[in-house]
């Protein structure tokens, strides 16, 4: 008999089970269907990501130094070329300011060296003008030579004609005195010209020995000047290098933009490679060009067929959530990160503002058309759906006849619905009136209202 109650016990039990699990009835919720939005309907995949300035710039030093004077900081706006920060340059205008007295220096003897050049051919010029001087002088010496050679002639023959006379004393005294004296006359006259050819060849020759002698003071004077030349040149190359030197003192922002980092102070020693003074290395200041932000995402790489270049997009940033910015897709980057599996993509921003920094993070919704509401209106539901779990806002969900719990944000209020900012989308079965509690997982039955 005990077998028999045992048995008939285990019948009922087994029995209850398989009605509980097979035949008794899911309990029955009422739902209620998100509604889908005409922009979540249209729009093809989201993506994250971070707003990234395409123009910036990491400024470091050319030569290293100790920073005198530090010009900026965060935030303010800077153009290109301007100084951000000062090294001490001492040492550096010193050797500006020697080297431009060098210049000067170098510049007189170079004025004094081309002076000289001139007065050398100056002296070249006067020299072959006493040449022909003398040259023109000479032919006359040498017919002056010539009438003086052929009077003494006569007037010796005369005087020897009467010298005999005289002897024979055919003629007195005095007449014989005078050709005497004619003769002296003449001879004397002959001698002084001849003198005077010996002299006009001998200007000559100075005359054309100073020529050469001045042509040679040219090719030393030129030499000369061409020497100073040589070293005012040089003297010039020094100062542009003292002021290369000088200005490599000065750090510049190659670009226009904002100074978003800036990692110096006074005092500190700083070189190309970043500051030595401490363990920070790399750039000293960062610009950027706030006018060239793009959102950059990542894309799973099995959903880029889904995208096209130019096509339209919303971009919401955590930072402004009052607001969607419109962007187009600008470039898919031809390469993939093989870790993630994604590729990155670069949207343009169409209507950019100045709530907007470098490096805050974003969503892309990549849509069809254009012409899709950048603000999406926020499904509705109803307050009654809405309930409190473990001090958190949420809902629960009907989805594959199974209860799920959703943490949603809610919005405003109004004739009894509440719009919900995250946690639903369209299509969403919502729990909104059940009489059994509901719990993870649990079989329901879904009755839309």
Do not use: C
């Not at 002296?184 to 002299?199: C, I, T, Y």
């Amino acid at each position: 008999m005990a077998m028999i109650g045992v048995a008939a016990l285990v019948l009922a039990v087994g029995g209850w089970v398989a009605w509980d699990r097979l035949l008794r009835p899911l309990p029955v919720v009422g739902v209620f269907r998100v509604p889908a939005t005409a922009a979540s309907a249209s729009k093809t995949l989201d993506a994250s990501g971070y707003l990234v300035p395409q123009r910036r710039a990491e400024v470091a030093t050319k030569v290293a130094g100790v920073v005198a004077r530090v010009l900026v900081d965060e935030g303010d706006t800077v153009a290109e070329g301007q100084a951000l920060a000062e090294l001490n340059g001492d040492a550096e205008k010193a050797r500006l300011d020697e080297a431009e007295v060098g210049v000067r220096e170098a510049k007189a003897l170079q004025v004094s060296a081309w002076k000289g050049m001139d007065e050398a051919k100056a002296q070249v010029e006067a020299s072959k003008r006493a040449v022909e001087e003398a040259a023109a002088g000479k032919p006359a010496a040498a017919e002056a030579l010539e009438e003086a050679a052929a009077k003494r002639e006569e007037a010796r023959r005369d005087f020897e004609r009467k010298k005999k006379l005289f002897e024979t004393k055919d003629i007195g005294e005095g007449e014989f005195e005078t050709a005497e004296a004619a003769w002296k006359s003449a001879d004397a006259r002959w001698r002084g010209a001849e003198a005077n050819l010996v002299m006009a060849d001998a200007r000559l020759k100075q005359a054309s020995a100073n020529v050469a002698t001045a042509e040679s003071g040219v090719e030393r004077m030129k030499a000369a000047a061409e020497g100073a030349d040589a070293r005012a040149s040089a003297a010039e190359s020094r100062v542009k290098q003292a002021k290369i030197a000088v200005d490599d003192m000065v750090i510049r922002s190659p670009i226009a933009g904002r100074v978003t980092a800036r990692k110096i102070h006074p005092g500190e020693a700083a070189s190309p490679a970043g500051i030595t003074t401490g363990t920070r290395g790399g750039a000293l200041f960062t610009v950027a060009d706030f006018s060239t932000l793009e959102a950059e995402v990542d894309v799973n790489e099995s959903r880029l067929s889904e995208l096209r270049q130019g096509q339209p997009a919303r971009i919401a940033v955590d930072a402004v959530p009052s607001k969607r910015y419109r962007g187009e897709l600008r470039q898919i980057v031809p390469t993939a990160d093989r870790q993630r599996a994604v590729v990155k993509v670069r949207v343009k921003l169409i209507d950019p503002d100045a709530a907007l920094l470098p490096e805050m993070g974003l969503r892309v919704t990549f849509v069809e058309n254009a012409s899709v509401s950048l603000e999406t209106p926020a499904p509705q539901i109803p307050r009654e759906a809405v309930v409190r779990v473990d001090g958190k806002t949420v809902v629960w969900i009907v989805a594959d006849g199974k209860a799920a719990r959703r943490d949603v944000e809610l919005g405003e209020e109004k004739n009894g619905k509440v719009d919900v900012k995250s946690g639903l989308s369209g299509g969403d079965l919502v729990v909104v009136a059940n009489r059994v509690p509901m719990s993870e997982g649990l079989k329901v039955k879904a009755e839309e209202k």
